[in-house]
Nanobody, 123 residues
Framework: VQLQASGGGLVQAGGSLRLSCAAS????????MGWFRQAPGKEREFVAS????????RYAESVEGRFTISRGYAANTMYLQMNTLKPEDTAVYYC?????????????????WGQGTLVTVSS
């Protein structure tokens, strides 16, 4: 399966962006999916995860209440709605498909990764 992340860009603090992740080559409808991010000079960190059917979600404390993760109608797509963005949200955002069907917060739970999309939040 190939994952393609898109939707990144430059936005002012307080603004919004919507990231998308599309899977191709093989279905991920039975897999949990998630978003991770990596800021310059920092390790990759968990952002949000959604279960195979969208029924369960999990967020990093730093984005709770500002970001919303969802599955698309076809379930081979995933979205991350990011509101009230802060400069510290600046990072390359990666989408990933998990080995299992439930939410997962650790990178080792994922075995398929997209190429990343850059989000830059200016102050």
């Amino acid at each position: 399966v190939q994952l393609q992340a898109s939707g990144g860009g430059l936005v002012q603090a307080g603004g919004s962006l919507r990231l998308s992740c599309a899977a191709s080559g093989r279905t991920v409808t039975n897999n949990g999916m998630g978003w991770f991010r990596q800021a310059p000079g920092k390790e990759r960190e968990f952002v949000a995860s959604v279960s195979w059917n969208g029924g369960a979600t999990r967020y990093a404390e730093s984005v709770e209440g500002r970001f919303t993760i969802s599955r698309g109608y076809a379930a081979n797509t995933m979205y991350l709605q990011m509101n009230t963005l802060k400069p510290e949200d600046t990072a390359v955002y990666y989408c990933a498909a998990a080995r299992g069907a439930s939410v997962a917060t650790t990178a080792t739970s994922y075995n398929k990764w997209g190429q990343g999309t850059l989000v830059t939040v200016s102050s």
